[in-house]
């Protein structure tokens, strides 16, 4: 018999032993699953920490009533300036609107860096309207609109000056701006960004040597457990002479499919995780956007946990 109609053949007796297969599948799909879930963390950490490595971020508030023809002017200044990375602006009706929207029930919540900016540019502005419920209309303030012009401005830091006193100088040119009120920044940002960056990459093999480890050891042990229900079979297919690989190729295909459709079945948990984690975390005041794993990383999961099934099937036949 062929290799081929060997594989097909054990297959096709998979639906012979079904409590045992589901067990199997059950278990490939929860272990590739913890895996996928410290996959999904690592690439979150890493995203999160590489977008705002190298960057200063300065939260500008103009005065309350300033005159918006000259904020506006300033802004355009702003996105000229040499080294800008990126400017979001807030005019204080779009403030409103922002605040708005963050407080209604439900919401889905806006972008990290505009949020946070609505968010601190609307708290004394809460307080003093005599802090309304969440989901409160405050379409009554569009008269008299308690809210400043804000903006966000993220600069790249040059490679040849140190961070902190490049932050110091910036600050102050800033806070030199006609009409500001205050300008916040948080400079411990840089070296926050630059150990989290060194944690990741000491933790990444480790961790992944962990979950391979991990994924071999339980996917390997229930199988074996899994071929005791065969053993009779095995046994009689010895005793006539049966060479070893027609008694190891099906077990082996059944390895193999059981971690293919496991690690497939894993990674559609994982992205219902995935949503539901964002539905939660992308909210005030947190605002973390969960991003799934890349196609790169989904393909070499399957891959990984595909082939670490058919060696411990293969290894579980041998024994």
């Not at 297959?11 to 278990?27: E, H, S, Y």
């Not at 690690?263 to 969960?290: A, I, T, Y």
Request: glycine share 8%.
């Amino acid at each position: 018999m062929s290799t081929t109609k060997l594989f097909l053949r054990g297959v096709a007796d998979m639906r012979r032993f079904p409590l045992p297969q589901l067990c199997t599948l059950i278990t490939v799909c929860m272990v590739a699953l913890l895996a996928g879930t410290g996959l999904l963390i690592l690439h979150n950490v890493q995203t999160e920490v590489l977008r705002t490595q190298g960057q200063a971020r300065f939260q500008i508030y103009w005065k309350v009533g300033a005159d918006m023809t000259a904020v506006e002017a300033q802004w355009t200044d702003l996105k000229r300036a040499p080294g800008v990375a990126e400017v979001s602006t807030f005019t204080p009706r779009a403030a409103l609107s922002e605040l708005m929207r963050g407080l209604a029930p439900k919401t889905s919540g806006g972008g990290l860096a505009q949020s946070n900016v609505a968010a601190n540019a609307s708290g004394n502005a809460s307080a003093a309207a005599g802090s309304p419920g969440a989901g409160e209309d405050f379409s009554w303030l569009e008269g008299d609109n308690p809210l400043p012009a804000t903006a966000l401005v993220s600069f790249n830091i040059p490679p040849a000056e140190e961070p902190e006193p490049w932050m110091g100088r910036m600050y102050a040119r800033l806070k030199a701006l006609d009409g500001v009120e205050q300008v916040t920044y948080n400079p411990t940002q840089l070296t926050l960004a630059t150990g989290w960056i060194a944690l990741v990459q000491k933790a990444a093999l480790p961790a992944l040597g962990f979950f391979a480890l991990v994924v071999g050891l339980v996917v390997g042990n229930t199988l074996k457990l899994m071929m005791l229900a065969r053993k009779d079979e095995v046994e009689i297919l010895s005793l006539v002479g049966a060479r070893a690989w027609f008694i190891r190729a099906p077990l082996f295909a059944n390895g193999v499919v059981q971690g293919l459709l496991g690690s497939v079945l894993s990674l559609f948990c994982l992205k219902f995780l995935q949503s539901w984690l964002r539905s939660v975390l992308d909210v005030p005041p947190l605002f973390l956007k969960v991003e799934f794993l890349p196609l790169t990383q989904c393909v070499a999961l399957v891959l990984c946990t595909t082939c670490v099934a058919g060696l411990a099937s293969l290894i579980a036949a041998r024994k």
